[in-house]
């Protein structure tokens, strides 16, 4: 192991840091999304497939494996027209991201 040779980040910097990505995400928004999610895939997706995060119109989910990835892809159009009830922050885009284990 690499010994640290500096000093820990100041709490005040870090939750500033925070502060600052949480600013560029609606957490409102997510939850709306989330609560949807379940209401507009099938319940298999919805069991193993999240949402994560709406951010410039895309909304990102993540997947357990490539197979979910391909279907939520594939359903893309109805998962989308589906968020359309969160006007003007519904997502236009769809993008997967792998789970990390």
Same mark, same amino acid.
């Given at each position: 192991?690499?010994?640290?040779?500096?000093?820990?980040?100041?709490?005040?910097?870090? @939750?500033?840091?925070?502060?600052?990505?949480?600013?560029?995400?609606?957490?409102?928004?997510?939850?709306?999304?989330?609560?949807?999610?379940?209401?507009?895939?099938? $319940?298999?997706?919805?069991?193993?497939?999240?949402?994560?995060?709406?951010?410039?119109?895309?909304?990102?989910?993540?997947? $357990?494996?490539?197979?979910f990835a391909q279907r939520?892809? #594939?359903? #893309? $159009?109805?998962? @989308?027209?589906?968020?359309? %009830? @969160?006007?003007?922050?519904? $997502? %236009? %885009?769809?993008? %997967?991201? @792998?789970?990390?284990?």
């Amino acid at each position: 192991m690499r010994p640290r040779e500096e000093e820990p980040a100041p709490l005040g910097e870090l @939750l500033h840091a925070l502060a600052g990505r949480l600013r560029r995400v609606d957490l409102r928004v997510i939850d709306d999304a989330r609560r949807l999610w379940p209401t507009v895939v099938d $319940p298999v997706l919805a069991e193993h497939c999240r949402v994560e995060f709406i951010k410039d119109g895309v909304l990102v989910v993540s997947v $357990p494996s490539g197979a979910f990835a391909q279907r939520v892809v #594939s359903e #893309s $159009p109805s998962i @989308l027209k589906g968020f359309s %009830t @969160l006007g003007k922050s519904a $997502p %236009t %885009t769809l993008k %997967t991201v @792998l789970k990390q284990p």
